[in-house]
């Protein structure tokens, strides 16, 4: 029988505006979570927001599906914009 809290997924908003993935946290409930996340992961006043998730409701794709979800798609060569013409001098393209 597990005798430990409920598992969460701790996610730290940097002072850029971007979260990121820190670790994980065990809590009875969400304040608990964002309680133990805070006193874990932010000591140094890394961040500027935390997000908390229970990881029972994290999803996340196969390896053996790696191709279906990353290879490019060939097919739609919208997506790479390797016929358009650079303009002669054009900067901050």
């Given at each position: 029988m597990d005798t430990q809290l409920d598992l969460w997924e701790v996610f730290i908003q940097n002072k850029a505006g971007s979260y990121v993935h820190a670790g994980s946290v065990h809590a009875s409930d969400s304040q608990m979570a964002l309680q133990n996340a805070r006193d874990t992961y932010t000591?140094?006043?890394?961040?500027t927001s935390i997000w908390v998730i229970p990881a029972k409701y994290v999803v996340a794709s196969n390896p053996e599906d790696a191709e279906m979800f990353f290879d490019p798609a060939n097919d739609k060569i919208y997506r790479h914009p390797t016929f358009y013409v650079m303009p002669e001098g054009a900067k901050q393209i």
């Open positions: 000591r140094r006043q890394e961040g």
